[in-house]
């Protein structure tokens, strides 16, 4: 049976989003894990390419002293959302009670490129102003002879601390709901960020504790040698699109 993709064009998309509740998150894990199990070759083939991805950064930083981490990771920033795209598809396909295929995830990672990339783009942004402020405080792109070089912009390690999990709070808040809405809607980059944090902000004390959840599974990952990606990432990934379908409203 051929397989007919359609897509909502986004100037008809108007959205609203739910009240939250404290159970959600772990409903939107419990969901994940469910799609995991009725998925499993799907999921751990994009565990691996995550696991892959994390062994490349660790490689890296143990052989070069971390100078060329910002790099890859910016490279995630532009590669991660494709993946996620693919696991994002997967629940869709599922909820529809379709097979999911990698045809078809294939088709709507490319049809939604243009979108994608912006996104991925707004986020590479906002992580080049971490790392900006970051060179700026702690000077940790100083090469080793560059050591004595004093921090181009005086700040308490406070007043540093604070500023970052703002703009990581920000990074969270845009990729909260909003490549799930654009792979469901064909939303552009900005209908679907400006979706995602008035959503974030509106239920900020769940989405708080979602973030919570989500640090501690990722810190699982690292206290395993990441080798627990290959079941957190496809979890999480699924457990988003959840998220996405319970918080935002389309009307």
Known sequence: MKT??????????????????FSAPFRWLKKGWRDFRRATFHSLSYGTFFVAIGWLLVYVAQTNGGYFLPTLF????????????????????LEHK?????????KKVFSEMGHELMLSLMMTV?????????????NILAMPWQAG????????????????????????????????????????????TTTSLNAVWKNKSVMALWALLVVALMAVGFATYLLAFFIIIPVLGYASWHAYRETIVIE
């Open 98 to 106: 379709h097979r999911p295929s990698f045809s078809h995830e294939r």
């Open 4 to 21: 007919v993709i359609t897509f909502e064009a986004d100037s008809s998309v108007y959205t609203n989003s739910n009240l939250l509740t």
């Open 149 to 192: 070089v004093t921090a181009a912009l005086p700040m308490s390690d406070t007043t540093f601390l604070v500023v970052a999990v703002v703009f990581a709070g920000l990074l969270f808040s845009v990729n909260s709901f909003a490549l799930p809405m654009i792979l469901d809607k064909d939303a552009t980059a900005g209908t679907a």
């Open 74 to 93: 910016m490279v995630m920033l532009l590669v991660g959302p494709a993946l996620a795209f693919g696991l994002y598809d997967v629940s869709r396909e």
């Open 126 to 138: 906002i992580f080049m102003f971490i790392i900006i402020l970051a060179s700026l405080v702690t």
